[in-house]
Each structure stands twice: as C-alpha cells, then as structure tokens.
C-alpha cells in the first residue's frame, strides 16, 4: 500500500476530536445533541477510512501513532460507550472504531504498546461486556494483537499495570481466564500466574486451575523454554498444595460440606498428578524438597480420619451399583497414591524415602475396593510396582509383611505379585496371571 499524506490524517484527527468535544459538551451541559446521527455517522466514516489505510502499511500506522490517533480514538469509544443507546448507528460507530486499533497494531510493536498503555484495563473491560457479539469479537481481536510477553509481564511488576484493575466483574474476569490460556499467553508467564492467582477467590482459582488442568492435559509436543515454564508452574503450584493440603480435612465435618479452599486442594491435586505424568515434569517434581513427603503425609492424615469417624475418607464398598456420589472430594486417596506412584517412577531415592516414612503399608491398606475412590486399587497396584521396581528392600518389606499376615495375599496376588523363599530369605516376584 502507498502512503497516505499526513493531512488526511490531520484532518480525520480534527473530525474525531471535533466530535469528542461535541460529545463531553452534551454531557457537561446535561442535555441531548442535536444531530447525534450525523455525529455518529461521521464518527464511523472516520475509522473506516483509517482501519482501510493502515492494513499492511507500516508506514500510515506510524504516522496515526504519532499523531495522536491512538489515544484520540480510544477516548471516543469511551465516550461512545456512555452514550445510553443501542441504536445501529452507536453500534457501527464502535465496531468500526475498534477494526482500527486492531489494523494499526497489527505488526507494529510501537502501536501495540501504544494501545496498550492507554486501553488496558478499561476499554477493555468495557467491551468485553458488550451483548453485541462484534464488539467483542472486534475487542478480542484488539487485545490478542497487543498481548505479548513483554506486555503480560507488565501485570506483575511494580511499573506496570495494577493487577486490581483486572478484578471488576467477575464474567470479564472468568472470560479474560479464558481468553488467555487458549492464546496460550497467560501459561507463558508464570509471574502473571503467581500475581492473578494471590488475588483471587477460592471460588476463581478452582476455575483458574480447571482451565490450568485442560492446557496441561494437551499432549502437543513442547519445546525446552516452554517445559522451563512449565517446571516454574509446576513449583509454583506445588508449593501452593504443600501449603494448604491440611485444607481438605474440613470435608470430614459433614457429608455435603463443601469448603471452597478445600475445593482449591482438590483441583491442586488433580493438576499436579495431570504434570506428574508428562516426563519432562515428572523429573523436576520428584526432585522437589517436601513434595513427596507432603503427598504420603496428606495420604496418612486422610486415611486416619477415615477411620476415626465414618466420613468421605472412609472406605465403602456399599453402594449398590445404581447410586452415584457426587462428593467433591472422591477419589481425593486415589490420587494421591496416584501422584506418590508417579514420584517414584524409576527413582530409587524416592522408593527409599517412601519407604522410611512407612509409606509401604500405608498405599497397602488401600487396596481394598472404596466406593469413594474409584480405582484406588489399579493406582495401588501401580505405586506398589513403582516401589519395588529394582528395589530389593522395599520387595523384602512386603514379603515380610506378608508372611507376618499384615499384607493381604490375594492384594498382592491382584498385583501379579508372590512371596517366595530362597534360602532362608523372603522373596518378592512377579508372576504372569494364568489365562
């Protein structure tokens, strides 16, 4: 495209700040304009020739910056907004207005900031709340082409944006959530993760980590910067289930008890077993201090007080097959034999470790059938083969266990495991099940 001369842009500019002003007088003196069509009419004529001339023109697109265009633009859609009308005119005003800051940020870093520093969080916000289905479209297209990493890094440093500004409605906030994680750009900073999630609710982080729990599910091939960030998220939350694992307790108290920072654990948890079973941060976990211990701690606390009252953590095997429960925290144990499983996958340290914190017993006597964890059993039989997988102490212990009647033969035989002796010493081996 051809470069446009600089006075049509001057003129243009002298068009929309002509009607900004016609604009903030109606407001100021409380009474209606006199042709508020024509304004508006002229408003959209304005950006559609501007959103025409700077499509693949990095040369218009520079000249509109530095003439004000950007801020100028952007303060008439927020004068437009307060406008209480959903005439078509209004509408087409808007929409227009938004295709240009979408066309002039478009391949020009220097117009994204631009928009950037004076749009987010307002215009933004705004917009997003719209009903008309353009204006967001038309929104999301703005706010995609701006994002950047520079720019999202900018919500969690000290000279950048508020990350309070953020919290105004929760629909846009949930949306925003969204809107982030699909572009793949909030899971690009771990510091706006960090930042966003401190501010939440117990109620938005769940939708937070559920939205976490998808990205990470995906089995696309990741390169080594995208598996650093991701080891960051894994740190991150981590340390945030050690933190507040104890939370999962208050469940006990009644049967339809849901506590929200309970609730937070749970989905904690299920993210967490979710990056244990990607190789590259299953390695960075189980190297984690604590984290092992954490999970074998959080499973004893769990059992024990299954057994001390009759609670969600209790084992049944009573339903009758039609029942279905809905308790938030089912298959809660099973996960967490799942996730201890995973720490040990081919780590000799953490077997010992498990091990030394009488783990062994403790995943043995969970691998009877409970209603209120599905498939507590298969994850049992999965740790147990973890543990003893070149480890001659931990297959002793469970010999041991078995010959003395602590373990359950026909559990280890579920396992496709068996007790044997050879000269005078008790030993663990796998044997084929017969057909």
Excluded at 167 to 183: D, E, G, S
Excluded at 408 to 418: F, I, P, Q, V
């Amino acid at each position: 495209r051809e470069m446009a001369k600089e006075s049509i842009f001057r003129d243009l500019l002298e068009i929309l700040m002509s009607a900004s002003s016609e604009i903030e007088q109606a407001y100021k003196d409380s009474c209606e304009l006199v042709d508020l069509d024509t304004c508006l009419l002229l408003i959209a004529e304005c950006f559609r020739c501007l959103r025409n001339a700077c499509v693949d023109c990095a040369k218009n697109q520079h000249v509109m910056r530095n003439l004000g265009l950007i801020s100028t633009s952007v303060h008439l859609i927020k004068l437009l907004h307060g406008i209480q009308i959903k005439e078509e005119l209004l509408l087409t005003a808007l929409r227009c207005s938004l295709q240009f800051l979408g066309n002039v940020a478009a391949g020009n870093g220097d117009s994204q900031n631009s928009i950037w520093k004076c749009a987010f969080p307002d215009l933004f916000l705004t917009c997003l709340m719209y009903s008309d289905e353009k204006i967001v479209a038309y929104c999301c297209m703005v706010l995609f082409t701006c994002l950047n990493s520079a720019l999202i890094r900018c919500f969690s440093t000290p000279f950048g944006v508020n990350v309070d500004a953020v919290f105004v409605a929760p629909v846009t906030l949930l949306f925003f959530f969204r809107f982030l994680i699909v572009t793949d750009h909030l899971l690009k900073c771990p510091e706006l993760v960090k930042a966003l999630y401190a501010k939440l609710s117990n109620q938005e982080r769940v939708t937070l980590l559920e939205l976490i729990m998808a990205k990470v599910s995906e089995k696309n091939p990741v390169t080594s910067e995208e598996m650093n960030v991701f080891m960051r998220h894994a740190d991150f939350l981590a340390g945030c289930f050690q933190e507040k694992r104890e939370a999962v307790l208050k469940l006990t108290s009644a049967a339809g008890a849901e506590d929200e920072e309970a609730l937070v654990t749970i989905r904690l948890l299920d993210v967490l077993c979710e990056m244990t079973s990607n190789n590259g941060q299953l390695e960075h976990l189980q190297a984690l201090p604590g984290f092992l211990e954490t999970a074998i701690d959080t499973l004893r606390l769990t059992h024990l007080a299954g057994k001390q009252a009759v609670n969600i953590f209790t084992a049944t095997h009573a339903m009758t097959g039609q029942e279905e429960i809905s308790h938030p925290a089912v298959g809660f144990k099973s996960h967490l034999i799942r996730l201890i499983g995973n720490l040990c996958y081919k780590n000799k340290e953490n077997q010992d470790k498990v091990y030394e914190l009488d783990g062994i017993p403790l995943i043995l006597d969970n691998c009877s059938i409970d209603d209120n964890n599905p498939f507590v059993n298969q994850w049992a039989v999965y740790a147990i083969r973890n543990l003893t997988e070149q480890n001659e102490r931990n297959q002793e212990l469970i010999a041991q266990m078995e010959e003395k009647g602590l373990a359950d033969n026909c559990a280890l035989e579920s396992m496709g495991l068996e007790t044997e002796k050879r000269d005078d010493k008790l030993i663990l081996r796998s044997v084929r099940k017969k057909p």
